[in-house]
């Protein structure tokens, strides 16, 4: 019996102490327990500290509490522990889920929040560095290609890379508000434990090279669902897997040289530098990143345009019906940059390379 069994049979029996437990337990298989007598213990002891304090240690039952957004003390008073208690708990939640803090007010937050997420990464003054660019992998959508992926990592390496830059949409996402979407996903992978998991275990690993990732539209859709982060959870089962948030992040290689992550919630144009430019002339001044590596669009290409170096980063998963439809092309494959610096850390030359993609694998789970 599994742990979540056998928590709805005790509660059941009135949640009962260890010692009366066991005998009802055995009484139930007729002398004859699938659990041994310390498994009992252990899962009396755990059913009670998750039952106690109105359900502060049971993780659905505490969420729901944070939906609408209360204030710790508040919070502290009705689940009757200390405010230290109650932030450790917070801390450990906020690994997985999206909980955010108002000023005093904690929430589990459905809505995406856009946030400035901005990082620095030290080169040790090398004056040539070469990096890997993906996007739009799709893992858990049934035309995902993971060989591809797996061998552009190997090549990553044997090049000389030690990051990989993904601009989002890792995983396939749930859209509910569009019920074909459900069929486009493989069995038995459309809850965010599951491709959470499912990532975790397939995404390419090579030693030394790490990822960095940004989150895409359809990765939100799990925490438009119910508030779950699946990059945090992936991102907690993976060294190699370091997550930078929601939709884009800015990060600072050298001291005058910043590469900028960005998953844009456009849809296709006709002409594929038109959303680039458009975005690119709508930065602020002062603020525009020396390599621009841009998502969603499933969309390869090279284009420098305002001393700025863009990539349209491509994708790793093959047209869907959906995008057939709506007649949008799939470039699929992925890149390879060498970017060599002047003394000062700023760009002396940018050598992009595409690695292409033309034969998909099926069912290349």
Known sequence: MEYSAFKKWWLKKGSPGQKKTYQMYRKRCNGKPELKFLDIID??????KETENNGFYDDSTFLKFLEKGETKENLCNYFNVDLQTFLDRIKVLKKSFNIVDIGDIIKLE???VIKNNKYSLDLNGESKVIFGVTSDNHFCNKLQQLTFLKSFYRLCKERGAKRVFNAGDVTEGHFKRRPDHIYEIMGGKIGVDDQADYVAEVYPYEEGIITDVIGGNHDETHIQNGGADVLKRVANQRNDFNYLGNGSATIQITKNCSVR???????????????AQKYVDSIQGGEKPDILLIGHHHKAMYLFYRNIHILECGTTCGQTLWMERKRIAAHTGAWIVEVTFDKEGKILRFLPEFIPLYKMVKEDY
């Not at 899962?43 to 009670?48: E, G, I, L, Q, V």
């Not at 992550?261 to 959303?275: E, K, R, V």
């Open 43 to 48: 899962y009396t002891k755990r059913a009670k």
């Open 110 to 112: 459905k809505n995406i």
């Open 261 to 275: 992550l960005i998953h844009p919630l456009d849809g296709a144009t006709y002409a594929l530098s038109y959303s």
